[in-house]
């Protein structure tokens, strides 16, 4: 009875502890959209030095653009790193019945890839990711071709 009670004690221990650690990534998260908010103001005093050409304010904002996609992909990357390697495999190759995401793009549009995250899709239940987070990996996948 009291190696059973031991057992499970420990197990659980070792479960919590393989769970924990989210909070350093959402530390990381915070400072990479400072990051770009830093790089767009950046592209903003640029716009200001005197140049009134349209062109040259479609490129800015065309930068920004790429910039905040950028930014973007690279949220959904950690996303996809902590939300779905534990059933489509570390690099993405799929594991069992969990098809592989490493080429998720090929097959789907990110609006696609955002539709199978927010309702699910087979054994995949809905909602495991919500919000800008799902927008965010919806992004990312949809770069793996």
Same mark, same amino acid.
């Given at each position: 009875? +009291? +190696?059973?009670?031991?057992?499970?004690?420990?197990?659980?221990? &070792?479960?919590?502890?393989?769970?924990?650690?989210?909070?350093?990534?959402?530390?990381?998260?915070? @400072?990479?959209?400072?990051?770009?908010?830093?790089?767009?103001?950046? %592209?903003?005093?640029?716009?200001?030095?005197?140049?009134?050409?349209?062109? /040259?304010?479609?490129?800015?904002?065309?930068?920004?653009?790429? /910039?905040?996609?950028? #930014?973007? *992909?690279?949220? #959904?990357?950690? *996303? *996809?790193?902590k939300a779905c390697i534990s059933c489509h495999g570390q690099n993405l190759e799929g594991m069992g019945n969990f098809p592989a995401?490493?080429? *998720? %793009?090929?097959?789907?549009?990110?609006?696609? &890839?955002?539709?199978? &995250?927010?309702?699910?899709?087979?054994?995949?239940?809905?909602? &495991?990711? +919500?919000?800008?987070?799902?927008?965010?990996?919806?992004?990312?996948? @949809?770069?793996? +071709?």
């Amino acid at each position: 009875m +009291k +190696k059973a009670l031991l057992a499970l004690i420990f197990g659980s221990a &070792i479960f919590l502890a393989a769970c924990g650690g989210g909070d350093e990534a959402t530390t990381d998260n915070n @400072a990479t959209d400072n990051q770009g908010a830093t790089e767009n103001t950046e %592209g903003d005093n640029n716009g200001d030095a005197g140049t009134t050409d349209e062109t /040259t304010t479609n490129d800015e904002a065309a930068t920004d653009t790429e /910039t905040a996609n950028e #930014g973007a *992909v690279a949220h #959904g990357q950690e *996303v *996809v790193q902590k939300a779905c390697i534990s059933c489509h495999g570390q690099n993405l190759e799929g594991m069992g019945n969990f098809p592989a995401l490493n080429n *998720v %793009g090929s097959r789907l549009s990110q609006d696609e &890839i955002l539709n199978v &995250i927010l309702n699910g899709q087979g054994g995949m239940p809905a909602g &495991i990711v +919500k919000g800008e987070e799902a927008e965010a990996a919806a992004a990312y996948l @949809a770069t793996l +071709k």
